[in-house]
């Protein structure tokens, strides 16, 4: 098999081909006697696993998987899939989690005494103080500050936004929508946006678990070509 012809199956260019090979994510080629690639069929099984691991696990930890593969290190291989697994996991775990918690999230809660500083709200949530400003520049939080030190105070409708926007950058949200519906359910008490954003993070683990399994079958049928 010619460059071409893997490039064919999947509108890629030969060039790419090309570079898939000299990254590792196929095993080396054998060249004629004029310094021409010879591809055979392991090839192609090869590529096919590798953009099929692509959805599933995302570039760089499919390159790890096929490089691994080709080193003959199996083991290896299977432990990035299987942090692929088990994030995948954690994802449905806090999605869940998200879900049984939006009732007290978006409820309002009265105004109280108690308040935390930059520093203990980080704590609590288990991120940076760096990160809390920079969702402070996103709008999602918008905290009063002290008038004798000017430090922030974050108050517990200041803490329900900084919990929900946790949560949904977990989910891969990006700040922009966060914010969004941050605001909505800051001026208006509203869970449809939320609602929306949780079923969309569902549908897109649900993909992401879909391609896992497309993926395996095609890397079980490429060790069965090089075993």
């Known amino acids: 098999m010619r460059p071409s012809d893997l490039a064919r199956e999947h509108g890629l260019s030969t060039q790419a081909v090309r570079n898939y090979e000299q990254a590792g994510y196929l095993p080396a080629a054998e060249r004629t006697p004029s310094g021409y690639r010879i591809y055979t069929e392991a090839h192609a099984a090869a590529l096919r696993a590798y953009l099929a691991l692509i959805p599933a ?48 999230l978006t409820t309002p809660t009265p105004r109280a005494t ?13 991120v940076t103080p760096a990160t809390l400003r920079k969702w402070e520049d996103a709008r999602i939080l918008t905290p009063p500050r002290d008038p004798a030190t000017g430090y ?31 605001e909505q359910i800051r001026d208006a008490g509203g869970t449809d946006a939320v609602t929306r954003a949780l079923d969309d993070w569902r549908e897109r683990l649900t993909t992401r678990g879909l391609a896992m399994l497309d993926a395996a079958a095609h890397l079980g049928r490429y060790l069965s070509h090089i075993s």
């Open 152 to 182: 922030r105070r974050y108050g517990p409708d200041d803490i329900r936004d900084a919990e929900l926007a946790h949560l949904l950058r977990r989910g891969g949200y990006p700040l922009h929508r966060i914010a969004l519906v941050v």
């Open 57 to 104: 696990y995302g570039h760089a930890a499919s390159g790890r998987i096929m490089r691994a593969v080709h080193h003959g290190e199996l083991d290896d291989a299977l432990a990035v899939i299987d942090a692929g697994h088990h994030q995948l996991l954690r994802d449905r775990a806090t999605l869940d989690t998200v879900r049984k918690a939006i009732t007290h």
């Open 114 to 126: 108690e308040s935390r500083t930059i520093g203990e709200l980080a704590h609590l949530l288990e």
